[in-house]
């Protein structure tokens, strides 16, 4: 069966962290659905930074029942160093998105710095034949609701603790890129 990843970032602490929410094609549609029920009216998306501490408990815990598993991917960084930290974990998950027979990887847009995604990606994807059916893009965290739980399970596994804890049951791997 073929899936479909959904990207976000998180950074603190010297660590670079990508998620990837892996979702099968049968649950995007409601799992899309049941997200979006969970906006605050009036409001585009929900980006857990700016979320506070009792709804962001609330929101990770309906995220955990839901039909997907999260893969992440960490590796150290220095402030400078961010992109090249970006690039290794990236270069990884695509490696493994074949394995897993991924349809379609989504990355929460960075707007000027997509292009950096993109050379990965050739560079990580060029070398096997065309057949691989992965097709990828770049979008706005607004235009695309399962990129919020990557958001959150990426803040959450960041922050350690009861917010690790809490995020524990969408985590299926996590990986060193480095």
């Not at 893969?71 to 074949?98: F, H, M, V, W």
């Not at 990355?107 to 990606?121: K, M, Y």
């Amino acid at each position: 069966m073929t899936v479909h990843a959904f990207v976000d970032e998180s950074a603190r602490g010297g660590s670079y962290l990508l998620c990837a929410t892996i979702v099968e094609p049968a649950h995007l549609t409601t799992t899309r659905r049941a997200l979006s029920s969970l906006l605050l009216r009036g409001a585009r998306e929900l980006h857990f930074k700016k979320e506070k501490e009792p709804r962001r408990r609330m929101l990770i815990d309906r995220m955990a029942g839901m039909p997907v598993t999260a893969r992440l991917y960490r590796s150290t960084c220095a402030p400078k160093t961010e992109e090249t930290a970006r690039q290794r974990c990236l270069t990884l998950l695509a490696e493994q998105l074949l394995g897993l027979q991924a349809h379609r990887l989504v990355l929460d847009s960075r707007d000027h710095r997509d292009g950096h995604d993109r050379q990965t990606l050739q560079r990580a994807l060029g070398f096997r034949p065309s057949k691989t059916e992965l097709t990828y893009e770049h979008v706005d965290s607004t235009a695309e609701p399962l990129l919020w739980i990557s958001d959150a399970v990426a803040w959450c596994f960041g922050a350690g603790g009861d917010w690790r804890r809490r995020a524990s049951p969408v985590i299926a791997e996590r990986f060193e890129a480095g």
